[in-house]
């Protein structure tokens, strides 16, 4: 069996229990503000930190240059980040006990005899109660009196391990503005990659995919299909035309006896059916007559999945129905994602408009997939309508026998979209 964190982001999960518990964005705000005023012992105080520091006795025995000098850095301490800076210990996000780290290092003027006087900031041993504390001291050497530590602490010297005064901008206020440079987050996105590097390291991947089909799982699959076929706004038109006509007044209403109406009341000994709202019932009629390209009818396939992610994802409720001069077989949504788009002669989708209408139950909504060239039924469905149509450009006559003839555009009463071009709805 896995451990809990085979299954997730271990490194994510850690930092975001140190947000929730370690440094609370309450914590933040406190610190920052208090900090902002100039009362730095306050804004340690709101971030756990306890202050060590005893400046007069520093300056007794270092003189006035060094006290001063040091005097200057806690004003800008940010204890907030620092707390969020200092090492920590998985899998809970503790400190790491038993530590004396750097923060800055002072040399002491014209006096060769003495060692530098280091700020360093220590976490309690683990059999301290504390141990979630942080304190603020110096440390000048074992017979310096620049230690100003009240009590003993196991490891006094600073750890040669993390050294945050080489790395001031983890706790020091005025260096913050070098978190964005180290972070990268002025660099080119992708690491310098442009654009079109970024779409040509996509498009590679998702070959890779597509090209061993067995080798990666549906996610991945799915991604690829994507990744040939980004998003376009035609497609939010569609889903937005499809979410439109089946959220209308009447679309999957029907009357049911499962919750009596309220109605019933007020005629004693006879119970009335409610109106209620179901998932709509959504047939696809795709058009695969010879004047749709195959890479067409991919797309179609899929916009049907865009399709049921507009009215729910309920798979079962949808239907697909090929059709070219004459109606095929009609295809549950539920049954599987290969799906035979048979056809290939001419068109005439009103056979399919006809057979959707006569399953049983019959749709709520009907979305046509085409290029347009279709005689279109004479008589409005008694479904909302949603057309999506597949550009061609006019420029000459595609009927043989009657040079003259121009196809009808779609009716009035259907919600018309245009598939891979420029948004045009209405």
Same mark, same amino acid.
């Given at each position: 069996?896995?451990?809990?964190?085979?299954?997730?982001?271990?490194?994510?999960?850690?930092?975001?229990?140190?947000?929730?518990?370690?440094?609370?964005?309450?914590?933040?705000?406190?610190?920052?503000?208090?900090?902002?005023?100039?009362?730095?012992?306050?804004?340690?105080?709101?971030?756990?930190?306890?202050?060590?520091?005893?400046?007069?006795?520093?300056?007794?025995?270092?003189?006035?240059?060094?006290?001063?000098?040091?005097?200057?850095?806690?004003?800008?301490?940010?204890?907030?980040?620092?707390?969020?800076?200092?090492?920590?210990?998985?899998?809970?996000?503790?400190?790491?006990?038993?530590?004396?780290?750097?923060?800055?290092?002072?040399?002491? =003027?014209? *006096?060769?005899? %003495?060692?530098?006087?280091?700020?360093? &900031?220590?976490? @309690?041993? !683990?059999?301290?109660? $504390?141990? +979630?504390?942080?304190?603020?001291?110096?440390?000048?050497?074992?017979?310096?009196?620049?230690?100003?530590?009240?009590?003993?602490?196991?490891?006094?010297?600073?750890?040669?391990?993390?050294?945050?005064?080489?790395?001031?901008?983890?706790?020091? =206020?005025? *260096?913050?503005? %070098?978190?964005?440079?180290?972070?990268? &987050?002025?660099? @080119?996105? !992708?690491?310098?990659? $442009?654009? +079109?590097?970024?779409?040509?390291?996509?498009?590679?991947?998702?070959?890779?995919?597509?090209?061993?089909?067995?080798?990666?799982?549906?996610?991945?699959?799915?991604?690829?299909?994507?990744?040939?076929?980004?998003?376009?706004?035609?497609?939010?038109?569609? *889903?937005?035309?499809?979410?439109?006509?089946?959220?209308?007044?009447?679309?999957?209403?029907?009357?049911?006896? $499962?919750?009596?109406?309220?109605?019933?009341?007020?005629?004693?000994?006879?119970?009335?059916?409610?109106?209620?709202?179901?998932?709509?019932?959504?047939?696809?009629?795709?058009?695969?007559?010879?004047?749709?390209?195959?890479?067409?009818?991919?797309?179609?396939?899929?916009?049907?999945?865009?399709?049921?992610?507009?009215?729910?994802?309920?798979?079962?409720?949808?239907?697909?129905?090929?059709?070219?001069?004459?109606?095929?077989?009609?295809?549950?949504?539920?049954?599987?994602?290969?799906?035979?788009?048979?056809?290939?002669?001419?068109?005439?989708?009103?056979?399919?408009?006809?057979?959707?209408?006569?399953?049983?139950?019959?749709?709520?909504?009907?979305?046509?997939?085409?290029?347009?060239?279709?005689?279109?039924?004479?008589?409005?469905?008694?479904?909302?309508?949603?057309?999506?149509?597949?550009?061609?450009?006019?420029?000459?006559?595609?009927?043989?026998?009657?040079?003259?003839?121009?196809?009808?555009?779609?009716?009035?009463?259907?919600?018309?979209?245009?598939?891979?071009?420029?948004?045009?709805?209405?």
């Amino acid at each position: 069996m896995l451990t809990p964190t085979a299954n997730r982001d271990s490194r994510l999960s850690f930092w975001l229990r140190v947000r929730e518990f370690a440094v609370p964005p309450s914590m933040i705000e406190t610190a920052t503000a208090r900090r902002r005023i100039g009362d730095w012992a306050g804004a340690c105080a709101a971030a756990g930190i306890d202050v060590d520091l005893h400046l007069r006795s520093l300056a007794r025995t270092h003189g006035q240059g060094l006290a001063a000098q040091v005097r200057a850095d806690p004003r800008h301490l940010a204890p907030d980040l620092l707390r969020w800076n200092m090492p920590r210990i998985a899998p809970d996000g503790l400190l790491r006990p038993g530590l004396t780290i750097a923060l800055a290092r002072y040399d002491p =003027a014209g *006096r060769q005899d %003495e060692g530098p006087v280091h700020l360093v &900031a220590r976490t @309690p041993p !683990a059999r301290a109660d $504390g141990g +979630q504390r942080i304190s603020l001291a110096l440390w000048g050497g074992s017979h310096s009196g620049a230690d100003t530590c009240r009590r003993p602490h196991p490891h006094p010297r600073p750890t040669r391990r993390f050294r945050l005064d080489l790395h001031r901008h983890l706790w020091d =206020a005025r *260096r913050t503005e %070098e978190l964005r440079i180290r972070s990268g &987050a002025d660099r @080119p996105a !992708a690491d310098g990659l $442009g654009e +079109q590097e970024r779409d040509a390291v996509r498009f590679r991947v998702a070959q890779g995919i597509t090209g061993r089909p067995g080798s990666a799982s549906k996610g991945w699959q799915r991604w690829a299909d994507e990744a040939f076929h980004p998003p376009q706004p035609w497609r939010e038109l569609l *889903r937005a035309a499809v979410r439109s006509a089946a959220s209308g007044q009447g679309a999957g209403e029907d009357y049911t006896y $499962g919750r009596p109406s309220r109605r019933s009341a007020g005629v004693p000994g006879t119970v009335l059916p409610s109106l209620r709202r179901r998932p709509p019932r959504v047939s696809v009629v795709i058009d695969t007559s010879g004047s749709v390209s195959d890479v067409e009818l991919g797309s179609a396939l899929l916009e049907v999945a865009a399709i049921s992610r507009a009215v729910g994802g309920r798979r079962d409720l949808i239907t697909v129905l090929p059709c070219d001069a004459a109606a095929r077989l009609v295809h549950p949504l539920c049954r599987g994602e290969g799906i035979p788009l048979m056809g290939g002669g001419g068109t005439g989708l009103r056979t399919g408009f006809a057979k959707a209408l006569r399953a049983n139950p019959r749709p709520d909504v009907i979305v046509v997939l085409t290029d347009g060239r279709t005689p279109w039924p004479g008589t409005r469905p008694p479904c909302r309508t949603v057309v999506g149509l597949f550009p061609r450009r006019a420029a000459r006559s595609w009927d043989e026998d009657d040079p003259d003839y121009v196809p009808d555009p779609p009716p009035d009463w259907a919600r018309v979209v245009v598939i891979g071009s420029a948004p045009a709805t209405r």
